[in-house]
């Protein structure tokens, strides 16, 4: 065995962050210059490194972490109340969009399965559009609870869509809605068990003085909660992404308060993913995009910015329903653009749409890359538009 190649993309993980500090105008996403640092190392451009069998199952395990630390993001208290009507029209508005997207690129010729292209435009980064609202002081106005929501509800209904209609393990759709409703009814029994569990003082007591000493419990419980959702998951028939969400969204479920009473418990969480697992993720997702595919030709290169702007119609356009909640223009505008913020969950779509041979590595290429330019154009565009928003107000009362 050899780690040539681990070390190879262990270091391009570790120089990113340098090299972004060294640019702090340019408002690069660490995930697009790691997949941009791939690309250029492995076999498009120089060559110099390849995903052996470390690197892959190490980068398969990163996706499974990734797709954990995404359902960790949401907070069901987002979708309840007032906000969840409009949060629940603009899905089904995302999903009416996202399905005559790929019927009309089918259609043209341009996509083979409308269903997959379909699914991967419903999502939403999460993770990245989560500090963008902070950085603007939105986290807690309406413009920021509407948007966690309808991004919290596009990255469920995604990751549901890709279980029920693509897996390696499974067949018929049937069956496969079934074994989903299982796991969901086990997921709600793991809640109710670790709630009930956190409720007994001495449970509760020896966890508080375990999470911070060498036996670091409350990591060890979440490894065993993360890989043993994901290992029923494949024995379900499913991807093993999908426990792997669906433990994140347990787990913010069990303990919804975590950033508050034990802060330091996301802190490692976060560590282990976005500090070692994650990047591998990345970096291994650039090494293997098909560069020469892409720009095989005009008519695949031409697919990227059709890509984006589907990105744009299937997230981006049901926000204008957040007007009715009072939001300004700006803000609209802002949370339609932070909606259509996407990478990770196309990455991982492709990369499933490519095992199962649903997806040319052409139109693969195009969509990540049209995945690369949302996160690279629309945040900071978004950021802006929430400055003059907040400052709107301010100025308003200034002249009063």
């Known amino acids: 065995m050899s780690y040539d190649n681990l070390v190879i ?155 029920l209609f693509f897996s390696e393990h499974a067949s018929g759709t049937a069956s496969r809605l079934l074994l989903l409703l299982g796991l969901a009814c086990l997921a709600v029994l793991v809640v109710v068990v670790s709630v009930r569990a956190g409720r007994s003082m001495a449970v509760s007591r020896t966890v508080v003085e375990m999470a911070d000493t060498s036996a670091q419990v409350r990591i060890r419980l979440t490894m065993v909660l993360v890989v043993g959702l994901s290992a029923i998951a494949l024995h379900l028939g499913f991807e093993a992404i999908l426990g792997a969400f669906v433990a994140g969204v347990v787990l913010r479920l069990v303990d ?33 995009f098909d560069l020469t595919a892409l720009f095989a030709d005009t008519e695949t290169v031409l697919r990227v910015p059709m890509f984006l702007a589907a990105l744009l119609v299937v997230r981006g356009l049901p926000a204008l329903v957040y007007r009715a909640a009072g939001l300004s223009r700006a803000e609209v505008a802002a949370s339609g653009l932070l909606q259509a913020t996407s990478l990770p969950f196309i990455v991982a779509t492709t990369m499933i749409g490519l095992r199962l041979d649903v997806i040319q590595p052409a139109d693969a290429a195009a969509l990540v890359a049209a995945g690369l330019l949302s996160v690279v154009l629309f945040p900071p565009m978004a950021l802006l538009l929430l400055n003059r928003a907040r400052k709107a107000p301010a100025a308003g009362r200034g002249r009063g």
């Open 256 to 288: 919804p308060d975590a950033n508050r009473t034990h802060p330091q418990f996301h802190v490692k969480l976060e560590g282990l993913g976005y500090g070692f697992l994650v990047p591998i993720f990345f970096v291994t997702s650039g090494i293997q």
């Open 9 to 163: 993309v262990l270091a391009v993980a570790a120089g990113v962050p340098f090299l972004l500090a060294l640019i702090p105008r340019v408002p690069l996403p660490g995930p697009v210059l790691e997949i941009v640092a791939g690309i250029v190392l492995g076999p498009s451009v120089l060559n110099v490194v390849q995903v052996d069998a470390t690197v892959q199952a190490l980068s398969i395990i990163g996706l499974s972490f990734l797709l954990f630390l995404a359902g960790l993001e949401i907070d069901t208290r987002h979708l309840r109340g007032p906000a969840a009507r409009l949060v629940g029209i603009g899905l089904v508005a995302s999903l009416a969009l996202a399905g005559a997207a790929g019927w009309l690129l089918h259609a043209a010729g341009l996509v083979e399965s409308p269903l997959l292209i379909g699914t991967a435009l419903v999502a939403t980064s999460l993770g990245l559009l989560v500090p963008i609202l902070k950085d603007a002081g939105a986290v807690e106005r309406p413009v920021g609870r509407l948007t966690i929501g309808g991004a919290s509800a596009g990255d469920i209904s995604a990751v549901v869509l890709l279980s």
